[in-house]
């Protein structure tokens, strides 16, 4: 099936990190294209990760009032991270992988300091396909 140069590995450490966190109710920076840019630059510098480029922040959903928002990609050498604000409701859905590790709760102060969320839902995963499967989501605030 596969020669000896394709054979598959499978590595039973984990790959990587993915920290999903949903912001309730946060104040109006999700709705400034310059405050998710100073976020985010912020962020990538206190988790200790190298940004590949500018971030790419783009209002999206305009058609639609109850989507409408700004969209983030921010790429790292490691990986990436990604969001979407919603202006309608000030909400927030940010994800954050990487392959080098970061401590959640730098991630957390960094966001209540930009976002101030009133509700936090947070999931940590450990990402890799020979690692056990678990439930993803906690609630923070």
């Not at 709760?105 to 995963?125: C, G, M």
């Amino acid at each position: 099936m596969f020669s000896e140069e394709h054979k598959i590995v499978q590595k039973s450490t984990p790959w990587g990190q993915h920290l999903i966190l949903d912001l309730g109710e946060c104040n109006t920076n999700v709705c400034s294209q310059d405050a998710i840019a100073a976020f985010v630059k912020e962020l990538v510098e206190r988790i200790d990760m190298k940004a590949y480029g500018d971030p790419i922040i783009v209002h999206f959903a305009e058609h639609s009032p109850e989507a409408a928002g700004y969209s983030l990609v921010q790429l790292i050498e490691t990986s990436a991270i990604t969001g979407h604000f919603s202006e309608n409701n000030r909400d927030a859905y940010l994800d954050i992988f990487s392959c080098k590790s970061f401590e959640n709760d730098i991630v957390v102060q960094v966001v209540e300091k930009h976002f101030t969320p009133q509700k936090i839902h947070l999931a940590s995963l450990e990402r890799g396909i020979a690692l056990p499967v678990t439930l993803p989501f906690k609630k923070m605030a």
